[in-house]
């Protein structure tokens, strides 16, 4: 069956660095997601992307972070410059059709652990 | 005000019990999806919900549009079912706002 992968599944980093994640949707699925999961709360939506652009961010994507599909198989989250607070669990997540209509599969999940 | 409510927050049950989790949102939506979330923190679409009902497998969800509100349902619950269920709602967009999740453990 086909998944939704992440890379890596665990990164540690220094506060102010930059750190990347990476994401290979599901090959036919148009529309990309990006959620975190700080620990012990609930999961939050960051980015939606379609079409090689962003189509919807929410209050916490912010300057420091970006979103690219360099390649039509990655779907990659930049964090510029750390902090503290970036510490948690980052989804990735496809659909073959947007707004609201189309099934999401998620990747296991990118943990990032800022120090 | 939270946008999406679950209860209850957390559940255990025996192994073969009925298993009822509710979620109440106070906007108009699109659809409703629910989640599941395991032990090792991966995410499992279980269903997507815009109208009436869905059945797969033992698991039933149900959603009232006027009175906001859907429930999942597990039959005949086993241990493997112990994970954190989540109630998300799409407002139309494709932003997804999420519930705080159901912790359930089945015991055999």
């Known amino acids: 069956e086909p998944e939704v992968t992440q890379t890596p599944s665990h990164q540690v980093t220094q506060m102010g660095q930059e750190v990347i994640l990476r994401c290979v949707p599901i090959s036919n699925h148009l529309y990309f997601y990006w959620y975190r999961q700080i620990l012990g709360q609930k999961v939050e939506f960051l980015v939606s992307f379609y079409n090689n652009e962003i189509s919807e961010k929410s209050e916490i994507f912010d300057d420091q972070f970006s979103v690219e599909r360099p390649d039509g198989s990655n779907f990659t989250l930049k964090i510029r410059s750390t902090k503290l607070e970036d510490s948690a669990m980052y989804f990735c997540?496809?659909?073959?059709?947007?707004w609201g209509t189309g099934e999401l599969f998620f990747g296991e999940g990118s943990r990032l652990t800022v120090l | 005000k939270n946008e999406v409510e679950q209860s209850p927050q957390n559940l255990t049950a025996q192994e073969g019990e009925f298993i009822t989790i509710n979620c109440s949102y106070s906007v108009g939506i699109s659809a409703l999806h629910w989640l599941q979330q395991h032990p090792g923190g991966g995410i499992v679409s279980l269903f997507m919900?815009?109208?009436g009902k869905k059945k797969h497998g033992r698991l039933i969800a149900t959603i009232n549009i006027q009175e906001k509100h859907s429930s999942l349902h597990i039959t005949a619950s086993h241990p493997r079912d112990s994970a954190v269920y989540i109630c998300?709602?799409?407002?139309?967009?494709?932003?997804?706002?999420f519930g705080t999740g159901t912790r359930l453990q089945v015991f055999p």
């Open positions: 919900l815009s109208s």
């Open positions: 998300a709602v799409r407002l139309g967009t494709d932003k997804l706002i």
């Open positions: 997540a496809s659909s073959q059709q947007g």
